[in-house]
Nanobody, 126 residues
Framework: QVQLVESGGGLVQTGDSLRLSCAASGRTFSSCGMGWFRQAPGKEREFVAS????????TYANSVKGRFTISRDNTKSAVYLQMNSLKPEDTAVYYC???????????????????WGQGTQVTVSS
């Protein structure tokens, strides 16, 4: 079992930056693949970024590539999402997700994740 708690969301203006954090507990963190997803009003939840257990592999959705950076600190059992050059279309509830990762794989589909946080709201005003 893994418990995930996101923080760092808020209301910002176009072009601003935010850093989301996700604190994990309950399992050896370095054996977990981690991901960030988001859900905008009226839309399905979508993949944003993921990072393998070792932190050596990561991937992004095309819509955030070059603007967002995912990272993790296995000593602190935490994963982060640095979001720069924010746009109104980035407005959504952002979710942290985790799953067991014994192969250092990257997971980009919602169904691949077992554990989810409660979400943190990010609102970007124009």
């Amino acid at each position: 079992q893994v418990q995930l708690v996101e923080s760092g969301g808020g209301l910002v203006q176009t072009g601003d930056s935010l850093r989301l954090s996700c604190a994990a507990s309950g399992r050896t963190f370095s054996s977990c693949g981690m991901g960030w997803f988001r859900q905008a009003p009226g839309k399905e939840r979508e993949f944003v970024a993921s990072i393998a257990g070792s932190g050596s592999r990561l991937t992004y959705a095309n819509s955030v590539k070059g603007r967002f950076t995912i990272s993790r600190d296995n000593t602190k059992s935490a994963v982060y999402l640095q979001m720069n050059s924010l746009k109104p279309e980035d407005t959504a509830v952002y979710y942290c997700a985790a799953r067991e990762d014994r192969h250092n794989y990257l997971y980009t589909r919602e169904a691949e994740y077992e554990y989810w946080g409660q979400g943190t709201q990010v609102t970007v005003s124009s």
